[in-house]
């Protein structure tokens, strides 16, 4: 009995030793695993500054192992608003050098090109914003997210023809749409409120535009301008943020 009991007793010893060896060797392959996935990736998202950087922090996002789906979800959307940023940026140069040069010459054959070049912009951001996603517990964040997606609905306006009044009438209603969401996610907002004000002249001037068949000649709308007051702004230091 003695024997059968210092065996039972050797057996769980050894059962014990095993479990915790087995334990230890599951800890180190789980944090080497996590250093070569999220610690490579917090790394790379912590050097990024260019599209093509952030571009990369989303792919490695993409690559994590489903044990870390929040982090996943988290970078992905992080490298997808910086991206947005970034490219609006530049679009945003190539539409104000149009303004400058129209202002100009208004048969300025760079007028065109530049636009050209931004429509190519600001659809890439289209793409992508429909890739951010609300998130229900972060107002600031929603908030952030609806007035961009307003104005990036009215910069659309500028690659529309002069005299398509009715296709600039329904952009300025789906921008006032987002506007007016983004006022729910945070009630008494100046700029939004600012940005929903803006837009209610240019309705009632494309209905009586459109009612007449006008089209300014060499007019493109909403292209940025110098001047204060003549624009909605892109929310500035309220871009859509998690951190």
Known sequence: LLFVLCGALYLSIDHNEKVQQTSLAERHVHQKAYEESVGALVQTAGQAKTEEDWVGVGVLAQKLPAEFEATKAYFTQI?????????????????RNASELLAVNENDPEVKRNIAQAKVLHEEVAKLLKLVKSDPKNSEWNKALSYRKGYEEYRSLAYIEKDE??????????????????????EKDLRTEYAIEFLYPRAKSEE??????????????????PSRGTDPGNGGVDRPRQH
């Open 165 to 186: 009044h009715a296709k600039a009438l329904d952009i300025i209603a789906g921008s006032v749409a987002h506007f007016a969401k983004a006022l729910t996610a945070k």
């Open 79 to 95: 490298a997808n608003v910086r991206v947005i940023e970034l490219k609006t940026g530049r679009r945003e140069v190539l539409l």
């Open 208 to 225: 009586e535009k459109g009612g007449k068949g006008q089209a300014e000649p060499g007019r493109v709308r909403a292209l940025p301008t």
